[in-house]
């Protein structure tokens, strides 16, 4: 049989056991010492006696801190850190708990589960070093599971926070742009993510953010704001000439997009780096799926109603042999990006995307085209093949020359400088770090 009996005793606490701050004690701290509640565990043996345990909340941090260090994030959370919130819920201990315990549930890939431990720290510490780093960390999670309204609403409460420090003002200013990426708020991802660039190129002068990891995300939420207004461009019905205007405006829009792509991989952040690559070779991919299913124009002249089926089939034959070059675009800049995450060795999950859709488009590629007829030479430029017979080429939809060259020295020279990423890893507790 075995009861609990809880008291409470005066103890003095070693520096090294901490406080609810995560940092460690310093002896310029208030000489006012804290007393931690106690619990006395009394188990009866065999032949009567009791035999007596006893413990803290301190003594529950130190071997549930062991354990997270060990590698054991989920018996740490689970056999020490919950226990701290369930038994000693006024334990100056409490805060720095939770938020380990949600750090440690966040990086095992828990994100969901690590949400309530962010928010119990928020509840009872915001204002600590603890509370301001459980807020950018709940920020991300919500970020990365896609909470679009709650990950903005954190955001900009964070952003209110005097207490942050350069780079986690980067950092909230970043993620207030993906989130209003997220919502399709794409004029105010823009402005959000252009004010978070300008804020990293004034405090980067002063030497304040050396690494440019959410610089990076931010000009990728720009590149990504442009090219989603660019794909919501469509063809319309019309003539090739009214087809023609749209894709203009749309090709504008890529090329923009492109640019910031281009300036997303010279922030050296090989995720986002790779990042960058795919969209631009997704980017390429969409405009040539959006223009084989774009509208047939009507002929230029009249035809009876039984030829329409083999004018259709020959107005497709001739444009994708206009557009061929942007699959060959796609292909260049999957592998390119393959090739920079192959050299830096970082994982991410767009090398899969880039290699998934590299075998499609290549299999694509080799299905459309005839080795026989196709001339090579014109169709790397992303020159329009002449075609035999009568055709009327003016009324066959133009790709326009700004699309037609391929990606070139400079998208190699800026895949090229991409390296392993340098982003810090969460912050651990001090006092975490201090056993």
């Known amino acids: 049989m075995r009861r609990l009996i809880a008291t409470a005793f005066a103890l003095s606490l070693l520096a090294a056991c901490g406080g609810a701050s995560p940092r460690v004690a310093d002896p310029s701290d208030d000489e006012v010492v804290r007393m931690e509640e106690m619990r006395i565990t009394a188990a009866r043996t065999?032949?009567?006696e009791y035999v007596?345990?006893?413990?803290?909340?301190?003594?529950?941090?130190e071997e549930g801190t062991r354990l997270l260090n060990a590698g054991r994030c989920r018996d740490a959370v689970e056999r020490?850190?919950?226990?701290?919130?369930d038994e000693f819920p006024s334990s100056r201990y409490l805060p720095v708990a939770m938020y380990n315990g949600g750090l440690c549930l966040q990086q095992g890939g828990e994100l969901e589960a690590a949400i309530p431990y962010y928010r119990e720290v928020l509840e009872r510490d915001a204002a600590s070093r603890d509370g301001r780093h459980a807020a950018l960390q709940l920020t991300q999670v919500l970020v990365r599971l896609e909470r679009w309204e709650e990950a903005l609403e954190r955001s900009e409460r964070l952003l209110l926070r005097e207490d942050l420090e350069a780079p986690?003002?980067?950092?909230g200013l970043a993620r207030r742009a993906q989130a209003l990426l997220g919502l399709e708020r794409l004029d105010d991802a823009r402005r959000q993510a252009r004010d978070a660039m300008s804020y990293y190129r004034m405090q980067q002068r002063t030497g304040q953010i050396a690494d440019p990891y959410f610089a990076a995300a931010a000009n990728f939420v720009l590149a990504e704001s442009m090219r989603l207004s660019s794909e919501e461009i469509e063809l319309p019905r019309g003539t090739a000439q009214t087809q023609h205007e749209a894709l203009d405006r749309r090709a504008r829009l890529m090329l923009d997009a492109q640019r910031e792509y281009f300036n997303t991989i010279r922030h050296t952040d090989a995720h986002w780096a790779a990042a960058a690559g795919y969209r631009i070779g997704a980017m390429y991919d969409q405009l040539w799926h959006a223009l084989m299913r774009a509208p047939i124009p009507p002929p230029q002249r009249e035809l009876a109603e039984a030829d329409m089926p083999v004018y259709e089939e020959e107005y497709r034959h001739e444009l994708a042999d206009h557009v061929r070059p942007l699959m060959r675009h796609a292909i260049r800049y999957w592998e390119l990006t393959l090739m920079m995450v192959e050299r830096t060795g970082v994982e991410t999950e767009?090398?899969?995307?880039a290699q998934e859709d590299l075998e499609r488009m290549r299999t694509l590629l080799l299905?459309?085209?005839?080795?026989?007829?196709e001339d090579e030479g014109a169709a790397e430029s992303g020159e329009p093949q002449a075609s035999e017979g009568e055709g009327e080429p003016q009324a066959v939809l133009q790709l326009p020359t700004s699309l037609r060259a391929g990606p070139g020295a400079r998208t190699r020279a800026?895949?090229?400088?991409?390296?392993?990423p340098t982003r810090p890893a969460p912050r651990l507790s001090a006092l975490a770090l201090a056993r």
């Not at 007596?52 to 941090?61: E, I, K, N, P, V």
């Not at 986690?168 to 950092?171: A, I, M, P, T, V």
């Not at 767009?350 to 995307?353: G, K, L, S, V």
């Not at 800026?414 to 392993?420: E, K, M």
């Open 350 to 353: 767009w090398a899969e995307r």
């Open 414 to 420: 800026a895949l090229a400088v991409a390296r392993a």
């Open 367 to 373: 299905e459309d085209t005839d080795p026989e007829t």
């Open 168 to 171: 986690e003002r980067l950092e």
């Open 80 to 85: 020490y850190y919950d226990r701290i919130r």
């Open 46 to 48: 065999e032949d009567g």
């Open 52 to 61: 007596f345990d006893s413990y803290d909340a301190g003594q529950l941090f």
